[in-house]
DNA sequence: ACATATATACTCGAAATGAGTATTAATGAG
DNA sequence: CTCATTAATACTCATTTCGAGTATATATGT
C-alpha cells in the first residue's frame, strides 16, 4: 500500500501601504506566522486555483486578484506534520505555492498585513545597505564556505555566496539566497527541520513550515515580473501620484530609482494616463493624479517597470 | 472520506540535434505520444525532483541533467483516468511537470526523439512566418471571436488573439497561443477532454492527456531563460563552433537571427573561449571551436543569449 | 583561376540608459 | 510679503546597446 498524499495550497498575498511591502499572515500556533493555507480538495475544486480561492476566501474574507502559482514543494523534513493541515503521522504533505496580489483592505480577525521585511531584512536597499550583510552574513558565510568537505566544495560555495552577497547585487534572487542562509544555519527553520538545537545568528523572523521559503519565492518572482508585466497596478489603488507609484515599486524591488528617469520610463512606455485631477499634499507642489492605461497591453509585448535603480554602496 | 489525490510527475526533456529541437516521448497507448511520466511515490523519495530523476531513469536510461520544475496541473478532466499513472476511477491526479536540458544519446527501446515543431508547427518562424496562421489560425481565431456571448466578451478574446498571433510576434508566448487554440477548438485534445466528436482544423499532433500544454510550458520556459542565463550549453556538445551554437538558439527560439551580431555578443558576454582548434567542414572556411566558460557564471548577473533576432514578415 | 560557402572584422545610425541640471508650483514660518 | 522647503516636471548629455549593414579572409571543388 501506498503513502497517503495530501495536497496543501498556501497564498503569499501581498501588498503595499505607501513605502511598506506587507504579507498576510495567519498567528497560526502562537508562535509563528503562517501564510494562508489549507488542503486542496479535489471533491469540491475543479483546478488548483479554484481551491485556492475557495479557501483562502473561508479563511481571510479577501477576494484574491491576480493569482499566480509559484512552485510545488514536497521535501520531506520541511513541512512537518500538522493537525491543522497534515494526514496521519507517516503522511506526506506536498505543498503547492501561489502568489497573490491585492490592494489592502479589511481583513478577517485572525490575519494581520506585516511589513515583509521582517522576514527578509537583507533585502531591503533602499536606504542603504543593510548593515548585517557585512556584520554578520558575511562573516558567517565565510566559515560556511571554510567548513565544507573538499577544495572542490568549498569553490561552489563560494561561488553561491559571491552570487547571492557579493559584488553586483540583483534583488531577484531572494529565493536563492535565503536557501543559502537556510543551508549555513542561519536561520531559524534549519535547526528546526533538522531537530537541532537552535544556534548561531537567526536572521529576520522565522515561519511556519516552509512558508519562508514560499515567500521568498513569491518576493523574488514578484520582482521579477515588475519589468516586464505591469504588476505593481494590481497593488495602487485605481489613482495614483507618480510619486507613489515609483514609492510602490522601490518597496517591492528594495532599491531606490533616479526619479526622472522613473517618469520617462512610464511616460513613454504608456503605462498610465493622466485624470486631470490632483493630489492635495501635506507640503511641496501638487501631483498629478494618473491611472493605469488598460491599452498598453494590447500594444507592447513587454510593459513593465524596468528598473535601472543604483544600489547604496 | 476525502477523495484520494495521487501526483504524477512528468518530464518535458529537451535536447537539439543540429537545427532540430527534439523532446523525448514514449510511444504510450499506440495512439497518442506522451511524454515520460510516473507516480510520485512519497515512501521512496525525499523530494519531488528525486523522485522525477528515478522514474525517468527507469523509463528511458536517461539521466537528466539541468532540471527545472515547470507547473503543476489539476484540472479536471484534463487528465483523463489510466490504468498507468492514476488510481481508481474517481480518484484524481495533480501532474507536477518538469523541463528537463540533456544531450542526444542512446535511449531505451519504448522512447524516441521527435522535433517538437511536430507538436507545435505554428512556433517555427526560421524559414518565414508559417502559412498556417493567415490560412487557418486567424480565420478560425476570428470566427472564435465572433462566437464570444457578448460584446465583452469579444473584446477580451480579440486582444488575446492579438496579444498572441497578431503584430509583432513574442517567441516567449507558446502555452498562451497553445491554451488559446484550445479553447478556440483547434487542437484534438480539446475534443477529447469534453467529450466531443473530434472537428474542425486539429493543428498540430496531439498528446496524451495534457502533456501538450507541459511540453509547450516547457518550451516557453527555455526560450524565456535562455536570453538571462546560459542553458544552451547543455544542450551542446563539449566544444561546437559559433554557427552551431546559433543554430541550436536559432533552434530553440523558432527564429532566424543576426550572425554578425550573435557572435559580438557572445564574445562580448565572455560565454564562451576559444580552443585554439578548428572543425573541418565539407566546405567553407573552417571555424574555430569554442567551449563555455564556466567563469561568466561568477562576473555576469545575467549571461544569456540575448536574441533580437528579426522575424520574417 | 574562380565560383561557392563560410568565418570574421569593422562601421554606422538609432534607440535606450544612467546621471545629472534647471525650472515651476505649492506650503508654512518669520 | 519673502523665503526656505518640498516636491513636480522639463530638459540635457554622454555612454551603451542594438539592429543592420559592408568588407575581407580562408577554406573547398572544378
Redesign the pocket.
Known sequence: MKEAVSIGLSAAILAVEGEQPCVLVVAHDGLHDALPFGPFDPARHRTLELGLRNWVGEQTDFDLGYTEQLYTFGDKGRHLPSSHSGPGPGGRVVSVGYLALTRKGREAAETQWRGWYHYFPWEDWRDAKPAMIENIILPALKKFVKDAGGSEAADMRRERVNVCFGEGWDEERVLERYELLYEAGLVEEYYRDNGLPAKGANLGTAMLFDHRRILATAIARLRGKLKYRPVVFELMAPTF????LQRAVEALAGLRL????F???V??QGLVE?TGK???????????LFRFRRGVLRERQAPGV?????RPR
Open positions: 501620484t507618480l510619486l507613489e533616479h526619479k526622472q528617469n517618469r520617462r520610463l511616460a513613454e493622466g490632483f493630489s492635495t499634499p501635506l507640503r511641496g507642489r501638487p501631483a498629478e524596468r528598473l535601472g535603480g543604483r
